[in-house]
Every structure is written in structure tokens, then in C-alpha cells.
């Protein structure tokens, strides 16, 4: 290959660079991460080839390389989000209802609408627009009941070279007909998705029953056999976020001990299960989260927004829980993973637990990866991962550069871009190495 062709394909980002090794133990723990005040990330090809300090990288450069500056930038891994729902992005900031009530009076409603491909195929291409506005370069998503909406999806994000987990929700029955599949029909078409989406390009599939509620016995059952059939795919839903739904889950499950209890019945518990909310844990619940080595999502504006309540990070860590953190998008407020971070950090509070800064930033980058079993692939700026990046400015709004007049370490700069950033605070995101805003 000659110098010029290898340029095309490559890409040198300077700044300071920013990206985490493992789980931050406290405050100020500077092992935890490695941090490169004037830093070159070389891509080529859509996967970080080299990264280190520019004085020892520049002059191994190709002269003809593009090189994209942000001196005053943080480059990070892009965020990644570990629960939203694209079918939603017209039920964000629907008023006054809890769970069930805010289901069937917006959420349903919308979601019908993705028996159209054309609504899908456009709502895909908004959330995926909006996805990378806000700095977060993988997701994993919950698509509409209708097959051809996970496939609107999929064949967008694989259109940007997105790396994307989604599914089609499996539901049979305690919603609108619309949405309602017959047990094993609704499975077939999640097995057809899988075989045609799971490991084309970056797409990654996740067997979605809703949640307990709207499956029946069998239909949870073949979506835990499912899982067996195909062992690289993930699994995703709702788990105790909300009083009356757990009430609900108890009339339809009454030999079961909890709800927890339901989805380990039907084999859906294990290291590849994402289950959204984990809020009213009994003890018990806790155990087989952490013996099965499922995984707690944390989405902290849904369950303020809908009144769910406050999710245990601390109760869930010490107990050995796997954790991520989400925007459950449209019941959460924000696409934003550094607003999702600050409500992280005020439900924390409200509880006497503190989340520093820089576990908040491990979170949406390499423990969310962790938690995708994608960890080493995305969420981490090294050799051999994918060029998903983001580069941040922590003075992007005039109260947030009057801020860090006073701002005295990359720690409180952290603080500052989580607490008062949101997509102002994304100056640039790479997908696989070509910058997308
Ligand atoms: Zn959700």
C-alpha cells in the first residue's frame, strides 16, 4: 500500500486523552485510568491502531495523515448505553403517570406506530442522529413488538458502522392487540432477527421479553431456550422498578418467591442478562442477581421521572452485583449519559452514598462495555478497539468555563462536565473512526 492510500484509510486525533483500566476505587484513585495531557489516538481502518504521548507518536505519523486537534478537549471513549428504548422518542416527557399507567396511556400508543417501516425506518435515524450528538457510540436497545422495527434499526446503525444491540420486544399478552404476538410466532421472528443480524458487521442481538407482565409462562420459556440456542446473544428487561407492577407480577406468578425468582425459572438470569431498573430488590433477589452474574441497570432520570424510586448502588456493589448505568429513554429525560451520570450521582446522595466522578466516567465507558461483554472491543481508547470516541469540553457553556476558572484537576473537570454537561458538551463523536457531527 502506498503512503497515500494508507492515510485514507487512517486518522490521527490529538488532545488530551482520557480512558479507564479498571473500577475506580475512590476519589483520586490514579491507577484506575490512563490519562495523557497532549495524547494521539492513530486509527486506521475504524480501530485505534497506536495511542500515546504525541511527542513520541507524532514523528511516526504519515505526513499526509489527517490530524483532528482539541488541545483543550477531553477525548474518551464514546458512551455507551446500557438500556433505551427507540420506539420512544416521541413518549419522552409524557406527563403524570407511573409505570402501567404511563405504558398504556403514551407508551403503547407510540409504539404501534412501528407496524409502519417507513415510521421506524425514520424514527431509527433520528435516535441513532441523536445518539451521537450526545457522545454515545453504542446502545442497546429495546425496539417496538414488531419485528420490522429491529429491522429498520439494524439496518441503519450497520449503515454507519454503529455498534448496536437490539431487539424486537417479546410480548403475548396485558397490552393492545397491536402489539400482542402469539407465543412461539413472536419467537420465530426474534430467531430470524438473530440469524440475520447477530455478528453482521458491529450489529449484536438481545432476546427482549418486555417484562414479566406482558409474557405468558411459555412464551418467557421460549425466550429462555432462546438464550441457550444461541450463546453469544444477550438478553434484556424490566425488573422491579415500580410497586404496582411487582404487585401485578405476584397475582400472575404466585408460585414463584419473587420476581427476581420469575426470570430465573425460565433461564433468563446469567452474565449476558440485562435487566433494567433492579429499585425494589428483596434479599433473596439480590443473591441470585449476584450468583447468576446478571447485570443491574441503573437509569436514574427514568425512575425519578416516573417516581419509580432510588436505585441501591451501594447495597448492589457491596453485595457483588454486576452494574451499568442507563438512560432508559423515553421514560428517561435525557439522552445525555453525563446528565444520566449527575441524576446517577443526586440518587445517590439522597441515600448518604457519594459516586465520584471518576467511577461515573468508568461507568459509561469501560464498565458499561464490561457489562456488554464488549469490554477490550469498545469503551476503551487501546490498541485493537474500535475508534468510538468522543471528545468533550468542560467550557462549553459560559457557566460551565466560568466554572473551571477554579477548576483545579482533571477530577473536578470530570465533575463539572457531569454535573453541568449534557450534548453542548460534545464537541466532536467518532463512529469507527470518522467523526460524525
Ligand atoms: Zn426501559
Redesign the pocket.
Known sequence: MTEAAAAANSRAVRGRVLTFLRPPRSTGDAQSYRFIQDGIVLVKDGRIALVGPADEIATRLPASIAVDRHPDALIMPGFIDV?I?YPQTQVIASYGAQLLEWLEKYTFVEEQKFADPGHAARNAEFFLDELARNGTTTACA?CSAHPSSAEALFTAAHKRNIGMIAGAAIMNRNGPPGLLEPAREAIAASRDLIRRWHGTGRQRYAVTPRFAITSTDEQLAEAGALLKEFPTVLMQT?LDENKNEIATVKRLFPNEPSYTAVYARFGLLGPRSLL?HCIHLGDDEVALLRDTQSVAVF?PTSNLFIGSGLFNHKRLMEAGVRIALAT?VG?GTSYSMLRTAAEAYKVMQLQGQNLPALAAFDLMTRANAAALGLDGEIGTIAPGAYADLVVLDARATPAMAHRMEVTRDLEEELFVLMTMGDDRAVRQTYIAGRPVL
Request: with cysteine.
Open positions: 438500556h428504548h429495546y424490566h433494567g437509569c432508559d421514560g
